[in-house]
């Protein structure tokens, strides 16, 4: 199980750096005009989101995702908030990436003097709880300490209506594949455990409808957009649809458009759960700038 949990985390961080390059390009004609099929790495396009960035780097979303997997390798794999937030803060503070309105929020709470409990923006975005990968790997073997961690780190900057729902129904999911399951067979344990919100409830059961639908189509009829009750249905949507190939998921995402950094982290987070290491491409794994150092916080973590 463990490699399983390391194939998660790399394959979220990995799902994000595939996203960089047409990152929120909502207009689908113009991703296939300007580049065609997506199966590599590339750097962003002029007038992107993320001018700084470069080939193999991530977008926000994975760099926090990648700061919490250090934090959590210098701390033993032991997640506190109260110590989470002070690192936080101060890499977001001096960030030189893009700063979505969940993080400025944040900052904004954090410096006005809130604590970590009740400083979280209230943004409904799913790149808050698609940063949780190395959380559940590092709570693999015990579902309640990794509910509660989940929880405290989601809320603690996205504290909108559904976000801690769909942030459990996520860790649920990852914990059951880890543990044997099939990526359907996870969901609807999950979606019986978890969901209170109605909208983003009857929205993820109908993914589990007849996966008839292109890929792209149905992430655009429920919505390319940040929103969770948007975002996350479309991932669980691209994983059912493509459950036997990580690759091909996570190329559909990115061709979906969109937010495709976030839902390419869910994705990438349940396939790789469900897959392993050997499934993830390995001139995208090699591509990325943060690979050694991925691996080595990864082998510091128990």
């Avoid at 007038?47 to 193999?56: T, V």
């Avoid at 959380?135 to 559904?162: K, W």
């Amino acid at each position: 199980m463990q490699e399983h949990a390391r194939a998660m985390v790399l394959a979220s961080l990995t799902g994000d750096s595939l996203a960089l390059g047409a990152h929120w390009i909502y207009d689908t004609a113009k991703i296939d005009e300007q580049f065609g099929r997506i199966t590599d790495l590339l750097a962003p396009v002029e007038g992107s989101y993320h001018p700084a960035k470069n080939l193999g780097d991530f977008t926000h979303y994975g760099d926090q995702c990648f700061h919490l997997l250090e934090h959590l390798a210098a701390k033993g794999g032991h997640f506190d908030v109260n110590e989470y937030s002070r690192d936080w803060q101060s890499f977001m503070m001096g960030y030189q990436g893009y700063k979505d309105k969940a993080t400025k929020e944040t900052l904004k709470n954090l410096a006005a003097g809130k604590g970590p409990q009740t400083c979280g923006s209230q943004s409904t975005d799913l790149g808050g709880p698609a940063r949780i990968a190395p959380l559940i790997y590092c709570y693999r073997d015990n579902l309640n300490e990794m509910l509660a961690a989940v929880t405290a780190q989601t809320t603690f900057t996205h504290s909108g209506p559904g976000v801690v729902d769909g942030a459990l129904f996520l860790t649920r999911s990852c914990y059951s594949i880890l543990h044997g399951a099939r990526p359907r067979e996870a969901f609807e344990e999950a979606l019986d455990n978890t969901m209170a919100s109605l909208d983003l409830d009857l929205r993820l059961r109908k993914c589990l409808e007849a996966t008839n639908l292109d890929t792209r189509r149905q992430v655009k009829e429920f919505g390319q957009m940040c929103a969770i009750n948007a975002a996350l249905p479309g991932a669980v949507y691209t994983v059912l649809k493509n459950e036997d190939s990580l690759e091909e998921a996570l190329i559909e995402t990115v061709m979906a458009g969109g937010d495709s950094a976030a839902r390419g982290m869910v994705v990438g987070m349940l396939l790789g759960a469900y897959h392993g290491r050997d499934k993830i491409p390995s001139r995208w794994v090699n591509k990325l700038n943060c690979c050694k150092e991925i691996q080595t916080s990864l082998d510091e973590l128990p």
